[in-house]
Every structure is written in C-alpha cells, then in structure tokens.
C-alpha cells in the first residue's frame, strides 16, 4: 500500500524533504514506518490524517502519516 | 503598520475564536480588539517573546515552523477545554511563523471573561498546553550553528 510521509523541524532537514510518497507492507503502523526510513522510532509522536495518534495503530492505503519530533512551542 | 497575511486563519463558533498563523509580526492590539467585548470586565493576554540567549547560549535568531492542521485541531481542543473549566468569552490566538529575532513576539494568545479571575486562569493554561499540545518548533540560531530546541540527533 502507499502512503503520504510528512516531515517536520530536524526531520525535514535531515531528510531533506518535507513530504513523500512510501510504499510499504500491509500491517505497517507508524512506529514501523519510522524504523524502517529513519532508523529509529524514539522520541516521536504520530499523526495520521492530522490526527495524533497512538505508535502501533494499523496504517491504511493513502493515509497522511507525519514524524512529530519534540514540540518547543510558545 | 505591516499588513499580516496569514497563511491560517480560522474563525470559530460566531467569532468566538480568532486563529491566525502568520509570517509577519503579530498585531497585539488587533488580538487584543478580536477579544473586547462590552460584557467583559477583563482581558488577560501571554505573548511570547524572542530572548536572545537561551541555557547561557547567545541567541541570533529562531526560526519557527507549524504543521498547521494539527495546530488548528489542539487549538480547538484546547479551547473547549477552557471554555470547560471557566467562564471565557472570546479566544484570540496568532502564532508567528518563519525566522524571528530577539524581542519579536511569537506568539500572543488573548481571552476574555467578565471577571479577572477566569481569563487570568484560562490564559496560564492555554500556554501550558499549547507547549506540551500544539505542534511548533524552533530551529536557534547563534550566529554560527543552528539546532533545532528540544531535539537530539538520533542515530539510525
């Protein structure tokens, strides 16, 4: 199945790219995902289709799965 | 005065709610008037300021970035979660985003209620969450090196 990847902050920089298209397994969740393209899956918070939502939760065919490294707003 | 353009905007249930993201300096007062409202006897507002040094390192410029979706949606649970807890009349909240300097205001977020006690309240919550909830970022610069605030490299 394919999916949307959004990048933010460090990760945007890092991966040189802010959004991306990814093919991957049925099964997929979003803490795989990240370990499967940065490496690790520590640190972050998930949203799927602009929502916050938990690491393990099943991805679909055409979500919108963003990286949320450590907010430091305000 | 420079005319904001946001690259958000958002009103919300008759106006009680003005949200704005936007890449020019924010406009206090025009907060400030979105919120005034004749039934209210108290306007408490928090803006957050650029400071030019930050854990003893010296502070050139911090460059702010928002997912932006994400942010309306905390905004508006934040804002029911006020709404909630006390007596608010109006919400105004306008976050900066792209490269600021010391003293530039990044973001101003304004209530107002009939008595003090609830906007004075409501406003020390609403930044409180909006650290830990909304999702913002830094990247600070010294002048020399850059780094994103709250980020370590991690290995892959």
């Known amino acids: ?74 | 005065m420079v005319t904001a353009l946001p690259l958000f905007l958002q009103w919300l249930e008759g106006d009680l709610v003005l949200l704005e993201i936007i890449s020019s300096p924010i406009d206090v007062a025009r907060a400030l008037a979105h919120v005034r409202n004749e039934s209210c006897g108290a306007v408490s507002m928090f803006e957050g300021d650029i400071r030019n040094e930050n854990n003893g390192e010296c502070v050139v410029s911090l460059e702010y970035e928002v997912y932006a979706e994400l942010f309306q949606k905390e905004v508006n649970k934040i804002w029911a979660e006020i709404q909630s807890r006390w007596d608010i009349h109006e919400m105004a909240v306008i976050q900066r985003v792209g490269l600021l300097q010391p003293g530039d205001a990044g973001i101003v977020i304004c209530l107002s209620s009939a008595h003090r006690r609830d906007s004075l309240d409501g406003v020390s919550y609403a930044i409180e969450e909006f650290k830990k909830r909304v999702p913002v970022w830094k990247k600070e610069s010294n002048g020399t090196d850059e780094k994103w605030v709250n980020w370590q490299p991690q290995g892959a």
């Open chain 1, 1 to 74: 199945m394919q999916i949307t990847i959004m990048y933010f902050a460090a990760l945007k920089d890092q991966m040189k790219k802010s959004e991306d298209n990814y093919e991957t397994a049925t099964g997929a969740t979003p803490a795989s995902v990240a370990r499967e393209i940065l490496g690790f899956d520590t640190l972050l918070l998930f949203a799927v289709n602009d929502e916050i939502v938990a690491r393990d939760r099943l991805l679909c065919d055409g979500d919108r799965l963003a990286f949320i490294p450590p907010m430091a707003g305000g």
